[in-house]
């Protein structure tokens, strides 16, 4: 990936939400991976997270309505809520899963991920407010909301989800096994952060950019798509230290990644990517290359076998 140029960098970083509506999601996925093999410390990421924290509230979904109702096709809309609905229910997921994570590691990763924990609320009240104000999804509550979006969710979030459910309850009978925290970090922050949400960012996003849809999800999904350089960085940071720490734990991001391109695709009903504007062949080149620019990034080299099952991984998303 060529050099990110310093006038780019300084966009994405310092944008407000008013003006984040100017920035191209190409440029906001780039800065994602900008730091990628240097790595940021913990604290530095957290004064980043001081820079750069916005008010879900003062995003204004007026013309979002319109577009919605007049605008979208019944098709168009159809997948927007299939793609974006894993999303919902995932930021609700970690925001009271993360916690338990947070329990192992340095001090100072403790202090990063109170940031991100606290970044999940709010994009979880991000597609509370999407789905209550623009799709009109009945709901008093969040939980309400929540439950009337998850008819619309892919089988797929069952699959990392689960499995990301599963490591948590593992985690919450000892913190701090190592083994235990590379298993949860290589489902949650390398595959369902790196790779499925950084996916559904650049379908939705690409799609209200080019038809000049929807500034209001553009703008607050583009703020926790920056977000997400964060937690991302965070994440590879973790796994090469616990690699650097202990050679042995590169085998638990090899078997977690077994499982979970074991599972992938395990679908029976296929979310419409074309209405969108994409190709199945297209958001499966997509998937590959957010995982394995990751991995080439933060050094963590693969087997043959995994290769091999990467080569087919499935474009069925889900996101968190």
């Given at each position: 990936m060529p050099e990110m140029s310093e006038e780019k960098v300084a966009a994405v970083e310092g944008s407000s939400l008013a003006q984040i509506n100017d920035i191209d999601i190409d440029d906001v996925i780039d800065y994602v991976h900008k730091d990628l093999k240097r790595l940021p410390g913990y604290l530095d990421l957290y004064r980043r997270y001081l820079r750069q924290r916005w008010d879900v509230f003062d995003i204004d979904f007026t013309r979002d309505v319109r577009d919605w109702s007049e605008s979208m096709t019944q098709e168009e809309r159809d997948a927007f809520v299939a793609i974006s609905s894993g999303f919902h229910h995932g930021e609700r997921q970690v925001e009271v899963e993360l916690p338990v994570f947070m329990l192992g590691g340095s001090e100072e990763s403790r202090i990063y991920m109170s940031s991100q924990i606290e970044d999940e609320a709010r994009h979880t009240v991000f597609f509370d407010r999407f789905y209550r104000e623009v799709v009109g999804l009945p709901g008093d509550s969040v939980q309400e909301v929540l439950d009337a979006s998850f008819e619309h969710v892919s089988e797929t979030f069952v699959g990392p989800f689960g499995l990301l459910a599963y490591q948590a309850d593992e985690l919450r009978a000892d913190p701090d096994d190592l083994a235990a925290r590379v298993r949860y970090g290589t489902t949650y922050f390398l595959w369902i952060e790196g790779v499925l949400a950084l996916s559904v960012m650049k379908i939705t996003l690409s799609y209200c950019r080019n038809r000049g849809f929807l500034p209001g999800y553009y703008a607050g999904?583009?703020?926790?798509?920056?977000?997400?350089?964060?937690?991302?960085?965070?994440?590879?940071?973790?796994?090469?230290?616990?690699?650097?720490?202990?050679?042995?734990?590169?085998?638990?991001?090899?078997?977690?990644?077994?499982?979970?391109?074991?599972?992938?695709?395990?679908?029976?009903?296929?979310?419409?990517?074309?209405?969108?504007?994409?190709?199945?062949?297209?958001?499966?080149?997509l998937m590959i290359r957010q995982l394995t620019m990751k991995l080439t990034d933060v050094g963590i080299g693969l087997p043959p076998d995994l290769e091999r099952m990467i080569s087919g991984i499935q474009p069925e998303l889900a996101g968190g």
């Open positions: 999904f583009t703020a926790t798509c920056r977000d997400e350089a964060r937690h991302v960085q965070f994440g590879m940071r973790f796994l090469r230290e616990a690699v650097q720490q202990d050679p042995r734990m590169l085998q638990e991001i090899h078997e977690t990644l077994r499982t979970i391109l074991m599972i992938n695709g395990a679908t029976s009903r296929r979310v419409m990517l074309e209405a969108l504007g994409w190709s199945q062949e297209e958001v499966r080149r």
